[in-house]
């Protein structure tokens, strides 16, 4: 089942989400607006949901995107009925896709202007009125706000490093309802530091959830036991855990070729259902 938090006290009323009046700052040569005030108590955090693959090229990336803006929409994450206010996190330092996908121009700045400005964790973070100025007027307007990754030429670990993300994440988490990160390919080595030092931690010990994207290769079938084992030894228990089979040929069915599949992984996480391959 999905996080559930506690009753507090809210904090009052503040402006919406999607109708936020941008209040200008500039980094970097990027012009951002001032994120919102936190939604809930001091020391309350948001759940955060940490979506990963053990392969390239099975749509994790956009079933990330997809996810938060489900979320955003559709959600029932705001416990006064108002904006659900969802944030998606591109952790993938040097090959990171939620620009591409979000259709954003460069007047939106990355957690790389962020890093070497020397702002407030906060300023990292993109809300949907900022991020939809910067989209093409033709495309649907997006309901969640983003942290992207850097840009080509900007991912050095030594300026990006893990403790810029975690400070991130930790900002995100202040001042949104839920949290979703679309991580690096997880690998048999940790040569980025982020899923050692931020991610595994956020799923051993901070309550986040995990969902593997996978799809019905043969690749995937011999690299994701070892990836969900290796998270195991990490201390990510079962319980934290779930599992989506993405882009499946539309004639696989869970009652023809994909029931043993399902059941293999099932020792791992649970099952969150299939999205089959359109045309």
Partial sequence: PAPVLASAPQPAPHPSWQEQAPAQFTYSGHSQSRPVEPVRGAGRLAPVVVCMSGKGGVGKGTFSALLAERAAQKGRLDPRGGDNKVILIDGSRGQGGQLVISAADRSVGTIYDYAVSGAEPMRA?????????????????????????????QSDPNVVTSEVYARVVRAAREVAHLVIIDTQIVEDSDTSGLWERVWLP????????????????????????????????AGVGRSRMLFALNRIMPMLTLSDGLGDLVAGYSQFGEFAGVVHQSD
């Fill in 125 to 153: 973070i993109i809300p949907p009125p900022q991020l939809n100025r910067a989209r093409p007027s033709r495309l649907a307007p997006l309901s969640y706000g983003a942290v992207f990754a850097p840009r080509e030429g």
């Fill in 202 to 233: 956020l799923l051993a010990s901070e309550g986040g959830w995990g969902v593997m994207i996978l799809d019905a290769s043969v690749e995937a079938r011999e690299k994701t036991p070892q990836r969900f084992r290796m998270l195991q030894r």
